[in-house]
Structures are given as structure tokens and as C-alpha cells.
């Protein structure tokens, strides 16, 4: 049993804005939230797919950012997170504390950032 008392329950969680900046999508939040999933729905269309060099970065103000230590994918085995396809990237996060989110690609065709649906889930407090 990892999970605080009243830190049982994920939902979805509205993010303030998404916005796209060159390789990066950044999510900003109202305010903090407990993240427990990342999940964004993309093209697979004349883009690249592979997501070697790309990484997230949690921050609790918006301002400073630490970089996830985890690789975006486990290259020894990729389809070990559930429900992550070609047009479907998922991240797990184990409750991180955050108000903003970067996704960075590292990619100028990066398929994450073609016709992409974010949506976040995170810990009901």
C-alpha cells in the first residue's frame, strides 16, 4: 500500500491551458494537482514516431522545471504501459506533485504534437 489515505481516487484533471511551443506541449493547471497519468491521442500521419531523446518535466510553480528521470518509453520492452499504441502515448506518474507539465518532444515532426488530445489524470485530494 503506496497511497496515502484520501489519495485513492483518479480523476481528470482540467488543465488551465495547453499550448504548443516548437517541440514541447506545456500544460499549466489552476492550481497544484497530484499527477497519476498523462495521455495524449495523436496522428501517426507523415510524422516520427519514436520518442528516444524526447522527456517530461514536472514543475510546482510554473516556473522551475525538474526534468522526469524515467524514459518517455521502456525501449526493453514498449508496449508494457497499458493502453500506450501508435496513436496513443501514456505516461504513469507515481502522485507527482505539479502545476505545470512539459512535454518535450525534442522532435520538429514529432507525431505527439500532430492533431494531439491531452488528458490528464490525477489524484481526487
Request: hydrophobic share 40%; proline share 6%.
Amino acid at each position: 500500500e503506496h497511497t496515502k489515505a484520501g489519495f485513492r481516487e483518479e480523476t481528470i484533471i482540467q488543465p488551465a491551458s495547453i499550448k504548443v511551443e516548437e517541440q514541447k506541449i506545456i500544460i499549466d493547471f489552476p492550481n497544484p494537482v497530484f499527477l497519476t497519468k498523462l495521455i495524449i491521442n495523436h496522428s501517426s500521419n507523415d510524422c516520427e514516431n519514436s520518442f528516444g531523446e524526447g522527456f517530461i518535466a514536472t514543475s510546482k510553480d510554473g516556473i522551475n522545471f525538474v526534468r522526469v528521470p524515467d524514459p518517455l518509453v521502456d525501449l526493453e520492452s514498449p508496449e508494457s504501459t497499458p493502453g500506450m499504441n501508435e496513436t496513443t502515448f501514456v505516461h504513469m506518474f507515481a502522485a507527482t506533485s505539479a502545476r505545470s507539465l512539459i512535454f518535450n518532444s525534442r522532435q520538429d515532426k514529432s507525431c505527439i504534437l500532430k492533431d494531439f488530445q491531452v488528458k490528464v489524470m490525477g489524484l481526487k485530494i
